[in-house]
């Protein structure tokens, strides 16, 4: 099993910055791919950014530009988001696919109101 957990959401402004966490935890191999994923209220989960292989990495056509993906180690992903505007509004869920699974965190919430 394997346990993610997110942290850094919160409430900002239009253009502002904000940087988001995933922490893993469990039966962790050094293989994986890790990612996020975003759900405003009312609609379906979208793609954020994922990992698809070892050298590339998908964005959501709507964040291409703004937000970017990191690593430091196979236990973490970050997600920093600039430009930011009101329609990404939603809860943010960091996700990890290894030894043929897929985890999912329990989201956390980032506004950015007018």
């Known amino acids: 099993q394997v346990q993610l957990v997110e942290s850094g959401g919160g409430l900002v402004q239009p253009g502002e910055s904000l940087r988001l966490s995933c922490a893993a935890s469990?039966?962790?191999?050094?293989?994986?791919?890790m990612g996020w994923y975003r759900q405003a209220p009312g609609k379906e989960r979208e793609l954020v950014a994922i990992e698809r292989n070892l050298y590339t990495i998908e964005y959501g056509d709507s964040v291409k530009g703004r937000f970017t993906i990191s690593r430091t180690n196979p236990k973490n992903i970050f997600l920093q988001m600039s430009s930011l505007k009101p329609e990404d509004t939603a809860v943010y869920y960091c996700t990890m696919i290894v030894g043929g699974s897929q985890y999912w965190g329990q989201g956390t919430q980032v506004t950015v109101y007018s």
């Open positions: 469990g039966n962790i191999f050094s293989r994986n791919f």
